[in-house]
């Protein structure tokens, strides 16, 4: 069982609909990741968050919001989606930068 | 910049195989080399890891050594099995700061029983 728990699983939503992605862990891990990845790729990363302070955007569009409500938890806040951001989502967390992480699951969104 | 190079396959193999896949990188400074394991519809799992040269990560029958005369980082294991049918990505962590998790493209494994 994965230690990283991301909710939901699957999300099906339009181009003018507002969702959140969550993700949880109590391994307490000071730093979360979200990454994105595409059919048959590797993940690519999309924000770092340290001690509950984003460290990284790696030149994410602003219709992804990342939130980091305490040290367990990983929001990412979707509005105005386009198909292209169809993909599986993936969070993941490690107890410091640089140390290896664990992932979830993943949230398998496509955007119709 | 830092990269890894692994080939894409699928590599399908007989149950009861050797399996090798190649991992080579480029790196600034000592990185620290992973394999990560992704079944189908699931996230990222954590398979092994070295962090410093000629030490070899184990788990599950897999095995890795690193290699830093060959920058090379090569998983092996025994005797597959059916189950062992996945993705498998190398990586790596390097230079000085935070530097973020460079993959390789991932080569997927296909076993028949």
């Known amino acids: 069982d994965t230690e990283v728990t991301q909710t939901p699983k699957h999300l099906v939503m339009g181009m003018t609909n507002k969702k959140s992605l969550k993700c949880e862990q109590h391994?307490?891990?000071?730093?979360m990741y979200w990454y994105k990845q595409k059919a048959k790729k590797p993940p690519e990363l999309m924000f770092v968050?340290?001690?509950?302070?984003?460290?990284i955007n790696e030149s994410v569009p602003s219709r992804f919001s990342p939130e980091c409500p305490n040290s367990s938890l990983l929001n990412l806040h979707l509005h105005a989606l386009q198909p292209e951001d169809s993909a599986l989502y993936l969070c993941?967390?490690?107890?410091?930068?640089?140390?290896?992480?664990?992932f979830g699951d993943g949230t398998r969104l496509s955007i119709l | 910049g830092n990269s890894v190079t692994q080939m894409e396959g699928p590599v399908t193999l007989s149950e009861e195989a050797f399996l090798t896949i190649n991992c080579t990188y480029t790196?600034?400074?000592?990185?620290?080399l992973f394999w990560y394991v992704q079944y189908p519809g699931e996230g990222l799992q954590l398979l092994l890891k070295?962090?410093?040269?000629?030490d070899k990560g184990s788990n599950k029958g897999f095995e890795a050594t690193y290699r830093k005369e060959t920058t090379s980082f090569h998983l092996e294991k025994g005797s597959v099995q059916v189950s062992d049918s996945a993705v498998y990505f190398c990586?790596?962590?390097?230079?000085?700061?935070?530097?973020?998790?460079?993959f390789g493209i991932g080569t997927k494994l296909q076993v028949i029983p």
């Open positions: 993941a967390s490690s107890p410091e930068l640089k140390q290896p992480q664990h």
């Open positions: 391994m307490g891990h000071r730093a």
């Open positions: 968050y340290s001690y509950e302070k984003l460290s």
């Open positions: 790196a600034t400074g000592y990185p620290s």
């Open positions: 070295a962090t410093k040269a000629d």
């Open positions: 990586a790596l962590i390097a230079g000085g700061g935070y530097q973020k998790v460079t």
